[in-house]
């Protein structure tokens, strides 16, 4: 629903404060719902909402998950379900009768801003364990270490890690955290005051800002996932992750193909940081 809304995977030992002044942690979507479709192939903007904190159990996909454990043990006096639906209800009703989309930015673009730090010191990493890896090989460190009673093959030599270029994706993060800012400040003062044919354009261009983050050829070896900052992982199932066209590749020591979605991803936050100005222009009209 919000950029603001797209967060780091949960942690299940965070805490939500009851502060209503806090914002609540919401986190990085991965797959195994219902927003799969909209949010990874479609560019949808997408939320999921749920209650936690409790255990839920053991009967969740059996049996007996059904309507009389419902009734008699898991919520018998149907609060929870009615609360769940007040929540979901709000929401969709607050964007429903919004006259500006209530969007802002500049959470979504501290969390990219940090996914790119994390892949970048993942890449840093690699090298150096690497390089270290092989000065020991080349010491016969492993073979002299091994137990000589057991039968032991010593490693091979590991092709070296390149330093990666990044500067095309740290451009279009630094380009999107100030669109994100223009954008927030400029609602902020926003005193209401726009015209009905405006305000129809600005939310058309709110919209369109999630689908800049598609690539039509998808990822690597999926191309139904076509989302850049999201998706859950290859190897990682319902798990999310995070610029996975290029985090994977790194991961999976696939260098070409790393610096090709660097080029990429840097691609679609361009494009979805020249939505963000157009809707700042449009808003300060």
Do not use: C
């Amino acid at each position: 629903l919000v950029q603001q809304m797209q967060h780091p995977p949960r942690n299940p030992d965070d805490k939500v404060s009851p502060n209503p002044d806090v914002p609540l942690p919401i986190f990085a979507l991965g797959s195994g719902s219902d927003y799969s479709s909209f949010i990874d192939h479609l560019g949808i903007a997408s939320l999921d909402i749920g209650f936690g904190g409790e255990s839920d159990g053991t009967q969740y996909h059996s049996r007996y998950d059904d309507f009389y454990w419902y009734s008699h043990f898991g919520d018998p006096s149907f609060e929870y379900g009615v609360a769940l639906a007040k929540v979901g209800g709000h929401a969709v009703l607050r964007f429903a009768d919004a006259g500006i989309l209530p969007y802002t930015f500049t959470g979504f673009a501290k969390h990219v801003s940090d996914y790119t730090n994390e892949i970048e010191k993942l890449n840093a990493r690699m090298h150096k364990q690497t390089a270290e890896k092989n000065a020991l090989i080349k010491e016969d460190a492993f073979k002299l270490a091994a137990d000589p009673t057991q039968k032991y093959v010593a490693p091979g030599h590991e092709a070296a890690v390149p330093a990666l270029d990044f500067k095309p994706l740290d451009e279009a993060v630094a380009r999107l955290e100030k669109a994100a800012h223009a954008y927030d400040a400029a609602l902020a003062a926003h005193d209401g005051d726009i015209s009905r044919a405006t305000a129809a354009k600005l939310n058309e261009t709110l919209i369109s800002t999630e689908r800049q983050l598609l690539y039509s050829k998808g990822l690597p070896k999926r191309d139904w996932y076509k989302h850049m900052i999201y998706a859950p992982g290859y190897y990682t199932g319902y798990g999310v992750k995070t610029l996975p066209g290029i985090r994977e590749a790194v991961e999976q020591r696939d260098w070409d193909t790393a610096r090709q979605y660097i080029n990429i991803v840097a691609g679609v936050l361009n494009d979805f940081s020249g939505r963000v100005e157009q809707a700042t222009a449009l808003l300060k009209s």
